[in-house]
């Protein structure tokens, strides 16, 4: 699915982050302590290599909804910006904390006069959020912000289950109708 809102492209896929080779950066979380193994940032830091693992070990712990930027290394990215997503009903207030997420990844990106960009759906792995509701959010922040973003041309949301991309989709779908309504 594609959209375009104020000169931004918007985009749903399915796939694997650490495989959109046609972006210039992905997005990644930082935990406040480094699992290597374990979801998205796990799989980013294993094929980022041990420079970027070492990298983020620098640049963390960070509160929920900071973010920062590193190279890609070994990524077919050039950047990696990774952001601590809240940990739902434990980092209060959560939907604040994730919209600022949303809104720093986006920050960064113009800062570093970045194009196209990846991002996962943050908080709802091990952070535990509702999926439906953090969907909404990241797009609702996403479209508001469009407006304002220099730089940032595409923004792809790289899902990794069909069921995630089908709630993804209906959420871009009622955002769509309400911009249209009012």
Known sequence: MEVDVHGLTLEIVRGD?????????????????ILKSEGVSGAVQRIGGPQ???????????????????????LP?????????PVYKRDIPADVLLVTCYRNILALAEKYHIETIALPALA??????????AAEMALHTVIEQAQY?????????VL?????????????NEITVEKELS
Not at 57 to 73: H, Q, W
Not at 77 to 85: P, S
């Open 124 to 133: 709802t792995g091990r952070g535990g959020y509702p999926f439906h509701e």
């Open 160 to 172: 990794d289950s069909a069921e995630k991309i089908v709630r993804f989709k209906a959420s871009m």
């Open 77 to 85: 990215n050039d950047y990696v910006i990774h952001c601590r997503g």
């Open 149 to 157: 973003l220099k730089y940032v041309k595409r923004v792809r949301f």
């Open 52 to 74: 970027l693992t070492e990298a983020v070990r620098r640049m963390t712990p960070v509160r929920p909804g900071e973010a920062f930027i590193t190279e890609g290394y070994y």
């Open 17 to 33: 982050i650490t495989r959109q080779e046609d972006v210039e950066c992905i997005v990644s979380g930082a935990e406040s302590r």
